[in-house]
């Protein structure tokens, strides 16, 4: 080897050793990788499992906060969740959500934007072998939560599609179990968000409708190639609001804390339509529909968001969350894990400590 090659190898290792050096140290003082298994924190987090990016400083876990995603110590092991409750705050759950009152002040419910999952969304059409054709007579076929099908059929051409496989088709609080695997829900969800990408109708005389109904009442979005109808029906009586000529794309039926709202998509935002109060709290019989009328060139794809149903706790411990409220002490944090049917957490073992953690999200790295 001559030597300008002998000189430009040692170089080569030199300069490996110094980054392997710096990588080190960095992983000592700053950041560090752990494996984590389960399907607790999905979709957030790979129900399969994986490494995760976490940042171990002290500086940082010091000024952690709500929604953010922390790694501690479980005893058996590190374990991930979601931060939902910090010191002064008393966490209760009722009827299904988390609600928080900061400070002594007033109980509110957690919200999208605090970190908190509160929804879950399944695409219900189009399935990956899903096909639609055009017909003024059509049926639907369904398996589980998915629209497998929309074909000619010599039925009327009127057809109704109920979401979900079960005989009285109520929407569940299905989660994501070990593996990905799909689990069937014990609680009925009222709150529901229904997202119908485009419309296409093969004539004047067509309609595709958006049904969700509960106890007391059923809204339904008609729509036309004319815009969009919105039809209200309350102890039998019908009323009906017409939204002339709007784009029908990004359809929205939304029910969520106390209102009902209908809106399209403008631009990367929901342009709502149409609002009124509507009773949430109603926990049962909570359907979705889809009909088709005259026939349908195509539709979707199709999702339906669906409320992330909270139970109190799954085993009475002392001091632990149950149908009264929990407060969480100075130095303490409530986690929960944002898959609840398949999670551990604060409803189980109470508050967990700031000296328990060992680092904050950064990333999930898969593998």
């Known amino acids: 080897m001559s030597p300008s090659g002998s ?3 040692r170089r080569s290792i030199w300069t490996c050793g110094v980054v392997i050096a710096l990588v080190a140290v960095a992983r000592w003082k700053f950041v560090d990788i752990v494996r984590v298994r389960g399907a607790s924190m999905a979709p957030h987090i790979r129900p399969a499992g994986g490494w995760l990016l976490m940042d171990r400083r002290s500086s940082v876990l010091d000024r952690v906060t709500r929604g953010d995603v922390v790694v501690f110590d479980a005893g058996d092991g590190p374990a991930v969740k979601r931060i939902v409750g910090v010191a002064g705050d008393t966490v209760s759950i ?6 928080i009152a900061r400070n002594g002040g007033r109980s509110e419910r957690v919200e999208r ?3 908190v999952r509160v929804s879950q969304r399944t695409r219900v059409f189009p399935a990956a072998d899903a096909r639609l054709a055009p017909s003024e007579r059509s049926e639907v076929v369904v398996a589980g939560d998915m629209i497998r099908e929309v074909r000619p059929s010599a039925s009327p051409a009127s057809v109704d599609l109920v979401f979900g496989a ?3 088709a109520r929407i569940k609080d299905n989660g994501v179990g070990e593996g990905g695997v ?5 609680h009925d969800v009222s709150d529901v968000r229904v997202l119908v990408r485009d419309v296409l109708l093969p004539s004047v005389d067509s309609a595709f409708s958006i049904i969700h109904s509960l106890p007391s009442d059923s809204v339904a979005v008609e729509v036309r190639r004319s815009g969009l109808t919105v039809v209200r029906t309350e102890s039998g009586d019908v009323r009906r609001v017409n939204f002339p000529g709007v784009p029908l794309r990004g359809i929205t039926l939304d029910t969520y804390d106390g209102f009902v709202r209908v809106g ?3 631009g990367a935002e929901i342009r709502w339509l149409w609002t009124e109060p509507r009773d949430t709290s109603q926990l049962g019989a909570s359907r979705i529909g889809f009909r088709v009328q005259g026939g349908l060139d195509s539709a979707g794809p199709i999702f339906v968001d669906r409320d992330v149903h909270y139970v109190p706790t799954r085993q009475q411990v002392s001091g632990v969350l149950n149908e009264t409220a929990v407060f969480v002490p100075e130095g303490y944090f409530f986690l929960l894990g944002d898959q609840p049917g398949a999670s551990r957490d604060s409803r189980d073992y109470g ?13 999930f790295l898969g593998w």
């Open 166 to 168: 079960s005989n009285d």
């Open 7 to 9: 000189s430009l190898l």
């Open 351 to 363: 508050c967990v400590a700031r000296s328990k953690f060992v680092g904050k999200l950064i990333s």
């Open 264 to 266: 399209i998509e403008d």
């Open 94 to 99: 009722r009827a299904g959500d988390v609600w």
């Open 113 to 115: 934007s605090e970190g």
């Open 182 to 186: 799909s689990i069937g829900g014990e």
